[in-house]
């Protein structure tokens, strides 16, 4: 009996957390104002910079969607950094900048492939960034004409170092799962970007204050992300990093899911053990009272929460082992709530943690297989 008393105690918590810290955010924070000094005719430099490996198949669709951003084109600078692709990508490149001479282009190609945030890196160090505003984009990840002119606004105000976009599967039809789950995280995302910042942002389109990455001596190689670590360590600067509500980007679900969903939180993991530490040893570390809040809920949601329901389970395993009739009826709950999209959801994402934190301790998946 003590068995499952303590596995129900565990359950309740791993659910209780997130439902209590969703409702109150959703009550406290989802309709208040930004408390930011938007102006829409705010008109910076920026530089985009995509990191490609092997893109052939997407590059000039990609370039494209830069190209036909209703931004000025006078002031946008493109910066793609190749690691040592052999699809054809950097000929691909080449032949759309021959063709469309009216853009800023550079290509950086690096001799070998040590991963994108070394790719990132290499830029920032060795190329003269003329942008104010940096935005970091994966090659399959495709933009509204006018997302980039939505998103320089928020920029306008000196406290804001970083700028996400909320993220929709390009195809919903294709993956109605991943679109529950883009609702659900896209809400606790706005509204903690509203009460100051969100741990948490999208690589498909993420845009810093040129200043601020230099400030952080660049992107930091100890996880393999180019968005939630950088604007983690931002928003521990000071700095408001938010994912707004106004520019949705459309990603592709491609590749194999399974595998990019642990990598993914891999990285994010990553990011919750050692970003704000590193931030202290930077020395640019400032306490913000509202992040820090933020920042130790999320914490545990992706570093404790998921445990909770691993022992909890193996609990109840061990305990209908000793023939407890309890603990069968709670794993048949458990599992025939299964049926229901959002709990399946949510149990599918606690078992990437888990197992992300497993691989954790033998790869890091800095330069991914493809
Ligand atoms: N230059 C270079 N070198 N670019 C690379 C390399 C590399 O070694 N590896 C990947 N890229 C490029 C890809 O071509 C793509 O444009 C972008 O980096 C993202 O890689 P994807 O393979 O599309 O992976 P993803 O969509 O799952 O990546 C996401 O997860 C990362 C964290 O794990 C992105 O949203 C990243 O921004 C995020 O940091
Ligand atoms: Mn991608």
Redesign the pocket.
């Known amino acids: 009996m003590l068995l499952e008393l303590v596995a129900l105690a565990l359950a309740m918590v791993h659910f209780g957390v997130p439902l209590a810290y969703y409702f109150y955010l959703k009550r406290s924070y989802l309709n208040k104002p930004w408390n930011i000094r938007v102006d829409e005719n705010y008109r910076p430099r920026v530089t985009v910079i995509?990191?490609?490996?092997n893109?052939a198949k997407f590059i000039q669709k990609k370039l494209d969607n830069i190209y036909g951003q209703d931004y000025p084109r006078s002031l946008v600078e493109v910066i793609v950094?190749?690691?040592a692709s052999d699809d054809g990508t950097v000929d691909l490149v080449k032949k759309w900048a021959s063709e469309h001479k009216d853009v800023n282009l550079r290509l950086v190609e690096?001799p070998e492939?040590?991963?994108?945030v070394p790719?990132l890196n290499y830029v920032l160090q060795h190329c003269r960034i003329s942008g104010e505003i940096v935005v970091?984009t994966?090659?399959?990840a495709f933009w509204d004409v006018d997302a980039l002119t939505k998103v320089v606004k928020y920029f306008a105000d000196p406290n804001v170092g970083a700028v996400t976009a909320s993220i929709t599967p390009a195809t919903l039809a294709d993956d109605l799962l991943e679109g529950t789950y883009r609702n659900y995280y896209n809400l606790l995302r706005i509204a903690e970007s509203k009460a100051h910042s969100t741990p948490i942002h999208?690589?498909?389109f993420v845009a810093y204050r040129t200043s601020l990455l230099y400030k952080m001596c660049g992107l930091p190689e100890f996880t393999?992300?180019?968005?939630s670590t950088p604007a983690s360590i931002a928003a521990f600067m000071g700095y408001r990093a938010i994912q707004v509500d106004d520019v949705v980007v459309k990603e592709p679900v491609r590749g194999n899911q399974f595998l990019?969903k642990i990598?993914?939180a891999q990285?994010l993991l990553l990011s919750f053990l050692k970003t704000k530490r590193y931030a202290k040893e930077l020395g640019v570390y400032r306490h913000t009272k509202s992040f820090e809040k933020v920042w130790k809920v999320e914490w545990w949601l992706h570093v404790i929460n998921p445990w909770l329901l691993i022992v909890c389970l193996i609990l109840l395993i061990m305990a209908a082992f000793y023939g407890y009739l309890v603990a069968l009826i709670l794993i048949g709950v458990g599992l025939t709530l299964l049926i229901l999209k959002a709990y399946r959801m949510w149990v599918l994402h606690q078992l990437y943690l888990v197992i992300a934190a497993v691989r954790n301790l033998w790869t890091r998946e800095i330069?991914?297989s493809?």
Do not use: C
């Not at 995509?50 to 490996?53: D, G, L, N």
């Not at 492939?113 to 994108?116: F, K, N, Y």
């Open positions: 995509v990191p490609t490996y893109e950094v190749d690691s690096e492939r040590r991963g994108m790719a970091f994966d090659v399959d999208n690589g498909a393999g992300n180019d968005d990019r990598r993914r990285h330069a991914w493809k």
